[in-house]
């Protein structure tokens, strides 16, 4: 690359290559003393080394499963890191399976030990969960309450895994925009008004009594099953699957499939 000089020049000399090297150790014995100044934090990180505690602090999870004749009790053990200090972190340390059925006995025991294994391993351990989730069963899955799919027993210890991570601060759900929450709450009123509307103009007659099984004064009304799913939300009983959370909460709203749980819209 050519430089113009504009100047007189008065002197010169060439840089060696000697002179370069003691340049650069210049400068990285300059920056270790900055270092040496500064102020450092004795950062534990999770690694297979760290020995295991006395004590750990952890949680326990049930899962109820259509697939197993008794309950599954899930427990997921945490090592505190750094306690008592700004950089005090909770990670996964070891995980449990307990239940009175012996029939899935074999792989539980050799998954929730690679699943330990893996804890302890530290890092990122995230990709379990999505691993975990993305396992079906071949004969098909089942509707844990609330109305959530589960393709399979793997996928619902791995929902359980990503709810603790995520009580700890490990994962984070997507924030829901204003826009998106406002767009949800419109849609769940606009329907329970024209369910409302739907129910004062066409009354139902108890099928007995329509075929004149029923003498005397009896209502003409019957009730209907309601079925409450969701998290401290009730969906129409007649609600179908939404592909995007996995909830019987789609309906048909003005001749659109509508999901009332996540806003997602077939018309967009």
């Known amino acids: 690359m050519a430089v113009k000089i504009d100047k007189k020049i008065k002197g010169y000399a060439v840089v060696t290559a000697e002179d370069k090297e003691k340049a650069v150790a210049g400068a990285s014995v300059a920056r270790e003393k900055i270092e040496a100044e500064l102020p ?16 750990l602090i952890g949680s326990t999870y049930k899962i109820k499963s259509p697939l197993v004749e008794h309950a599954m009790y899930v427990t997921i053990n945490d090592i505190v890191l750094n306690a008592g200090t700004e950089h005090e972190q909770r990670r996964p340390f070891e995980i449990f399976i ?43 899955g089942y509707f844990k309450a609330g109305g959530v799919y589960m393709p399979s027993l793997v ?18 759900d997507p924030e ?25 103009v066409s009354v139902p007659v108890h099928p007995q009594r329509e075929a004149g099984g029923i003498e005397g004064s009896y209502p003409d009304t019957y009730p209907e099953d309601i079925a409450v799913t969701g998290d401290g939300t009730s969906f129409p009983p007649s609600a179908t699957m939404c592909h995007k959370c996995n909830t019987k909460a789609i309906v048909i709203m003005d001749g659109c499939a509508t999901c009332l749980n996540c806003g997602y819209s077939k018309c967009g």
């Open 176 to 200: 829901m925009s204003e826009h998106q929450r406002a767009l949800i709450a419109e849609k769940r009123r606009a329907y329970e008004e024209r369910s409302k509307k739907n129910a004062e």
């Open 98 to 140: 307990n239940s009175k059925s012996m029939e899935h006995f074999q792989w539980i025991v050799a998954l929730t030990r690679i699943m330990s294994a893996v804890f302890r391993k530290g890092g990122d351990v995230t990709f379990l969960v999505d691993e975990m989730k993305a396992v079906f069963d071949p004969k098909g």
């Open 40 to 55: 450092t934090a004795d950062v534990i990180q999770m690694h297979e080394r760290i020995e295991r505690p006395e004590v």
């Open 155 to 172: 996928a619902e210890l791995g929902m359980i895994v990503e709810d603790h991570l995520k009580s700890i601060g490990m994962m984070h």
